[in-house]
């Protein structure tokens, strides 16, 4: 019923964790963002073939292949979704990019910001996005629009963390996350670089950072933990920690924005709401208020169910996808993309650079 | 990929806002859970054809109908879903269990005990299932596995609220659950059946109530509000208060049980966390403790993500739909059902004569 | 180099834990609140005089003594204190007003409405107060006001809780609290009293009740627990809960009100707060508000330290004392006096019909 | 009826805010805590003699005096209380150490490390305390003794935050705390100062800092928010914050600790409770726990109310107080001590002297 809708076949590269998020999203995206796409789960590629297939039927996915290269250039792909270990990411990319597809990448974009750089140039012209899907979170959407509503005024003070404590045991942080040559980095890459996305999309440039990173377990190649001082464009100054060692937390990515108007709080492990405090109200009934998302007046209030039914992790995913396909349509450009992986990378790259130094980094976010 | 499942199609009336949750589950139990039975949204049925259109393009239904009557009793339909206001259920239900269908219906089940026994009467030998789904959230699912581990002793109180503000605003308030004649009651039937059915599930059965209703908007016929005082076959006691003037809330069904060992407690507003206090602790360490689900340990830990990343209202249907289609398979009998649809009937039939009446009514559970 | 201010010598009769929190009030009752009046704690009176000696010298007791009728009899005694389980109130209140003193009386204020109303009588032209301490918590007293202030609007639901679980562990409770004999009742009159004397100043006169009440422990003569609905006269409907089988909490006195433009929400285990959610705001930034207090516009902002510093259980004793010397130099009644704990009274005693004869039962609370 | 304790004589430099603090726990130590000390509040001394008066009534001081140096010598008095501006404080102790005073001074100790050396070494012999009053709130009591008690493991991860909004509105913000002269620094003084000291307490020695520090306000001479990174002796990392500027919040002092065992956490806005996490229990039921404190086992317990009956900011000061008097007694060396003071100094000016070079700087605390 759906034949007026333009085909999109999509071409998947992994079939882990994540990329059953990135096969849910596709088949969800249409239930709840009006588009006049209709995606294809085509093909999916990965290196286990008995898991594959597995994977291919509980995701739908029409066919399976264990030779990406094919895959990616196939005539009838039009989307490449690179959902693998971070030191794969460009080589696919590029060669997705020369194959002239629509590309979606995996966070963080790359292992250096040379990669990522290479990655950002090769895509220019054609569609393209990072899932850095946390950003599409409805309390984080809030957030923003509160923020360029000027709800919170000037802004003094940035603070973010990410917690978890999947690397305490070192029995069962064994997989390629735990690898230097796989992941390029440790608590950064995987968990300070949400944060860091996060805080660009939320507020705006940082123009230096003073790092330090931690190792907790001998031998182990990538960083524990790592925490770092920012001072925003602006004026504002910001604090991030991002750390496998959180024990007591799973899945807790917050924020914490203080303004001369307001403050916002966000934590992922409560994501259906956000919280507010509004400093121009009377004095007597100020107070932190919990606003439930999505509202009735949110964004994505007609996407997913009504004010008051919770939604999860995977609509993020969702969220990511509706507003990509909405741009791809409009023709406009779709936040966040390579250009703003690249970003996160030289960050990224100026932290493990302050952490090795000891000293301030300029991230020189604006030079190319 | 998947031809040797075995197909279940489905007919659906309705494609209101609970027919978008059912189509939802039909689609994503697949992905969720292991089942040998693959689903097919073949036809669903309503009155309004233009919106109808829409409604099947977007969740996938092949087909689309105005007369519900032919469509279930098509010899291709192994599957009755009933998604229609509480008035309608009855005959639809009856006709389908002629048809030799399986059956799956909104709750609450009907608008009468007579009607409810009807039905459950009809379905008998079919695979039959009431959409009470706040019973699979992972939360919920794990205070009965600790009740059935003895983990809170004997239980003194049971303690449900359900709280939304949707009845306040006469003007908003416009819909068919805002009918006598369509919906057979107000909040009692569309939000204290909720808590009852779970109370039954959580705490047993329930030898007798004493209630009071309250309308508060003049020329309504249904109840805005109830509440009432219940006494357990277990010997605890409990509070039950449903109302669509909670202001201040959206969608809070709640409980709270107090046993000799613990306490539990559930908000589904904060659905991804269960609270358990244990009194055999150390006293110096007791304190009320936030476990959040699926943890570790939980029967749904492998179904949905993994610990720490949320799930939202819409897995509450997918894991009602996963544990029935386990339970079709292996051929046990499935809760809640339209017997357990019929306990609640009866239930809310006592609670309606105490208000009326204006005392204690048993609520006679066990007689047929 | 007080000497200007007007003395008022005190004779308190009991020693125990409630005498504690008295005699703490006396003394620092001048810290917090301007006052005209000096209070002298002049004399204790308890029966076991081992620990009343030590009583006397940590409170700074001036006398002790054991003949509570001789000491409250003295002519240089302003103000008799009563402190001793509740069925000694009426002979202590009784004798105390005929010698012409000031009169404060633990809650509740008697064993029978009886009793009270003799009590209420012979007080009369006294000034006299009844210590339900707990609505002198900032959170309350702030509470009160925004309802005053028809920051509510129309009410429609009043919810309070007792909660604690004293009362599970046979071989701990065994205090006078525990027996029919010195009590008058068991949960009821401990707790359920604060409840509804807080219920009467927040949400006004209670029609009627219909209640049910429990004893858990075979032999206890007292009741466990008691939950109970009511109609109020501004049509609103409420639930009640009190009871020692609260399993997972030590003192938790909650209540939430909803109406048509707002919802309260307060419970003293997080007694620095008030909950507030205003319905009149913008629908997409609604929410539960945590208001800290006392805030900037308390009534109580002065006395106490400022805001952001927490107070305590004891600052309730101070400002219900401090407000009634303010009552009693200015010459207005002090609520709550014998005349409220008439009401109260009251009130338990058709709970105690009601639950007793399992029907409703009107409050009478305006008959004399 | 006290005449066979020790009586102790105090003269108090100060009539402010943290003067009330202290004069109120002078009168309630030996209401909560048994003591052979009997406190009097001998003299007050402070410039503004109107308002010195009022103070002195209201808090019970025998005499004032607007000469703090004849005051201190006077061979009546024991203590000598300092609870003035920070740059008034050494002076007032030296002399005071050399007439023999017990000595006890508001935090933070001093504006330099040279002052602190030489105030610790004035005192050397006499028995001093520092007000770092939060160290006793019972949240962190508990806390230090389950980290002493192991429950934490190896520890990771120490994260402390001290936000207030005063600094904000210049129209408001303009006490001798905002001047360089007097205060010695702004945030890091008055707020940092507690985190570190408490920071020592629970976690060890810190080793270097990394620190940066913002002042928002033009032409205003203090720090406004002070931000750093710390290494402890004991291989775990750590960051700090303090605003004046952390808009939402009055009085938010925090911690949260990670350890291979488990977590804690604390906020002073909620303090009557402590966050545990123990990861040594099954996983399925591993939860952050709310204990609320004093509990049954809480050192404190006997000291105040009883459990559930929340304490406040003014207990801080009199748990120091009774602690610090037990320690006399015995003649134990007491915590927080100006050696304690000359620590966090030290750290403070490691702290100022990273942010102005913008390098870690080593603590250099266990050097003279």
Redesign the interface.
Known sequence: ??EHKKQLNIAMVGSG?IA??HS?AF??V??FFDSPFELNTKVVCARDTNKL?RF???????QTGTDWRTAISRSDIDVVDIAVPNALHAEIAILAAQAGKIIWCEKPLAVSVDEARKMSDAVHGKPNLVWFNYRRSPAVV?AKQMIEQGRLGEI??Y?ALY???SG?DPAKATGWRYRLSEAGSGASGDLLSHCLEMALYLNGEIEEV?A?S?T?IKNRDVDD?V???A?FSN?S?G?F?A?R????????LSFQI??????L?FD??????LR????TE???????????VP????PYVRN????????????TFIATLGDFLSALQTGTTFHPNFNDGLKVQKLLEAISRSSET???QRSLLNES
């Open positions: 019923m759906a964790f059953r998020a849910n088949h969800q249409g239930r297939d291919a039927q509980q995701w739908s996915w029409e809030l003094f003070h603070r917690l978890n404590q305490v003073c330090s931690k907790f933990a925490m770092l001082m001072r004026g100054i604090t920690e750390t060692f959180g024990v007591g937390f799973r899945n807790s203080h303004g001369s108007k307001g403050m709080q992922l492990e409560d994501m259906n709401s507010f405090y509004d400093a009377t004095p007597g009934v100020q107070g932190t208020k919990k606003l439930m509202g009735p007046d949110h997913f169910w009504k004010p008051g039914h919770p939604i999860g992790f995977e609509h000891r000293s301030w």
